[in-house]
């Protein structure tokens, strides 16, 4: 059993900057997918950006821009950054990977923007 655990987020003002973390129990080199969804407040969950193992990161046109997607694969740990919070970036972020098919998810992490 994989397992992913986030950390960062929690009350942020609008304007700053987001840098959320998903360290992985398996090295994540080996994975072949690792990814960020975002699920905001009654809505749909929503994906941000995949990295495929030997790719570059593929953003959802509608994120690309906004969020940066990176892995560090000596830690076993995948990056997700925002400069420049909006009140409309409130959610929570979830990350998972992809190993052979099977999806292992984090818990999630709250981000509430506040103007």
């Known amino acids: 059993q994989v397992q992913l655990v986030e950390s960062g987020g929690g009350a942020m003002q609008a304007g700053e900057s987001l840098t959320a973390s998903c360290a992985t129990s398996?090295?994540?080199?080996?994975?072949?997918?690792v990814g960020w969804y975002r699920q905001a407040p009654g809505a749909q969950r929503e994906l941000i950006a995949t990295l495929a193992r030997g790719e570059e990161v593929n953003y959802v046109p509608s994120m690309e821009g906004r969020f940066t997607v990176s892995k560090d694969d000596d830690k076993n740990t995948m990056y997700l950054q925002r400069i420049g919070l909006k009140v409309e970036d409130t959610g929570v972020y979830l990350c998972f990977v992809i190993i052979k098919g099977a999806y292992f998810w984090g818990r999630g992490i709250q981000v509430t923007v506040s103007s």
């Open positions: 398996t090295a994540i080199s080996a994975v072949d997918v």
